[in-house]
């Protein structure tokens, strides 16, 4: 298959570019105390995890849903395994469990005793063990338990759980990630990172193991990374990278690209393709047009991207447009396929594994 | 099953709802000369599409893309389907020729002669003839070609062309669906239907066949639904509604919300379920919570939403939140099943057959 004989709307994977993002990560782990735990929720895709893995400075792979770890524990991907989430509702903590009882060696975040007994009932049940780490808000709006005192004390229930192992801690500084400006996201996760630290210490101090410290992304990977005492950095996006990240001074390149047909040119400067937010989500705002000057997205619908073009550009019906995504998570989590590239060769079509929720395809009727 | 054994995040049907929009819109149009052509991008899914039509005052059923065409005609929900889009780019125009081959009468939107040229070859390769909408531009800056002569130049060349049979035209006037005002929606409808009235009054008089005249949306079913002339409306998101079209004075009830668990409280006034943006987008807003006074989403995430909440709720992990989504069609679209329900009951769980891109999984390594 070539280039020219993908259905669109279709994600393009640059494998060059992307095997360039995976050795450069890689690298820079490379010899550190700290390694990388790549994170499965950007492309949901085994083939990318696995070269990922193969490229080494890995203990293993992060999820963010019981199901992303059970298509990486079914396609063999890897054992050793961080669902770097809360785990909770109907089915979740017996799923957990049964990743364990298959051998995984599971780990999971808590931050509320409620979920901690959620999951000791049901690795019980199944008679096996999971390793936890406490979930710590470090600043973001979003999950985790308080630093100090109230991280302590559950750690201190969870370490005292038949069935739960207390593993360490983690803190993601998703609030600093994307901010531009080196220093301020500098001052931001290092902020954060002190006080998961501190978190840290006082569990040890309390005589509580806490091997791990689990923090960072991809905007985050050679700041939070650096800093001593952090063991592993749960960075996804740099594999593929998207527009957003792409402002910031990172190394990586763009090896994702969304291919559309152009449907209809109903004036001189506007063009319309077959990629709207069906196919590339817009919660990073709209997508950038590669490689035609001056041209960009005005709106997306449903099925269609509205592109302003240049007076004099030769674009017609039948052409083909490519957007970079401005975020690659949810907009890879629109398709089914991952066409892999190398040059105008389809070298193979990656099946999305992860997308969507894979646990609803058991229920249909 | 019940609700309370839903794995989330989920998208939950109120059965009883969705049957009396059903009933609501199939009653509009009973006696009048306009008929309904439900739009299946809006659920992508049969039992529902079914359902529509099993209540009368339908002409057949609208498309937005060629697998959409293919799962409405695999799964014998009617053979009497518009592709309400330009249709171009690899296999596209083929796979249209052989649904045609198929028994299906298959009617496409053309905006461009490259369009017609492709589907005639197609058509022709496979000895079938299929029928054509001109699509006219009548004002939303997206497809169609300009409304009077442009349009009637479009349709001569159609009408001139073995495989093809000129069937009318189409305009979607989505710029006027979504105004909350009702006289200015009405006079911005109007307006659009003026131009799209006028080009088949136009191509009729060049002796020219244009028996349909399809528009319309749920937002304005009942101004374009009552224009003399206008042959069928195109509404889709009228049967399960969400918040952006609630804002308008339309009879429909919601009857679709998505369901979460709560993961983690982490402050008196906020918590965090599991429906991010990976479950429910934020194309037209942040979706609203259902059923808890003064709460609202201050953000959503990949994985998250989050939550601020009045200072003395007992919202606890564990517990469930549902969400009204602002925009069902890309909502639905992350999803592979619709749970429907019967108060706690769930008596099915519906396959979104035509979710994300079908094509995709058939050419996967």
């Given at each position: 298959m070539k280039l020219c004989d993908i259905p669109t709307p279709a994600l393009l994977v640059d494998r060059q570019a992307m095997e360039r993002n995976i050795q450069l990560m890689a690298a820079f782990f490379r010899g550190r105390p700290c390694k990388l735990r790549p994170h499965?929720?950007?492309?949901?895709?085994p083939a990318i995890a696995r070269r990922q893995l193969a490229?080494?400075?890995?203990t293993g792979i992060t999820c963010a849903t019981v199901s992303e770890a059970e298509v990486v524990a079914t396609a063999g991907?890897?054992?050793?395994?961080?669902?770097?989430n809360e785990v909770l509702g109907p089915g979740k903590a017996m799923r957990v469990a049964k990743l364990a009882a298959g051998g995984a060696d599971i780990k999971v975040a808590v931050d509320s005793s409620t979920a901690a007994s959620e999951l000791a009932e049901a690795v019980r049940a199944a008679a096996v063990e999971i390793g936890v780490l406490v979930d710590?808000?470090?600043?973001?709006?979003?999950c985790g338990i308080a630093p100090g005192g109230p991280a302590l004390e559950l750690a201190g229930q969870v370490a005292s759980t038949e069935g739960l192992r207390l593993r360490g801690v983690m803190g993601y500084e998703g609030h600093a990630?994307?901010?531009?400006d080196r220093e301020a996201r500098e001052a931001a996760a290092g902020y954060s990172m002190e006080q998961l630290l501190a978190t840290a210490r006082m569990i040890r101090e309390a005589g509580l193991s806490c091997d791990i410290v689990s923090a960072g992304g991809t905007g985050t990977y050679d700041i939070t990374g650096r800093?001593?005492?952090?063991?592993e950095i749960q960075a996804?996006?740099?594999?593929?990278?998207d527009t957003a990240y792409a402002?910031?001074?990172?190394?990586?390149?763009?090896a994702l690209s969304l291919l559309g047909t152009v449907?209809?040119?109903?004036?001189?400067t506007i063009c319309v393709t077959d990629s709207g937010h069906k196919a590339?989500?817009?919660?990073?705002?709209n997508p950038s047009v590669k490689g035609i000057e001056g041209a960009f997205v005005l709106l997306l619908s449903d099925e269609h991207a509205t592109i302003m073009l240049p007076a004099d550009s030769p674009i017609a019906p039948g052409d083909r447009i490519e957007l970079w995504p401005s975020h690659i998570d949810p907009t890879i989590n629109l398709h089914d396929a991952l066409f892999v590239l190398d040059g105008d060769e389809v070298t193979d079509v990656w099946p999305?594994?992860?997308?969507?929720?894979?646990?609803q395809r058991t229920l249909l009727s």
């Open positions: 499965f929720k950007a492309h949901k895709t490229a080494g400075s890995c991907v890897s054992a050793d395994i961080l669902i770097a710590v808000n470090v600043g973001l709006p979003r990630v994307a901010i531009t800093i001593e005492g952090i063991t996804g996006s740099y594999v593929l990278m402002k910031l001074d990172l190394p990586f390149e763009r449907l209809s040119r109903p004036g001189p590339c989500t817009e919660d990073h705002g999305i594994a992860a997308r969507g929720y894979p646990e």
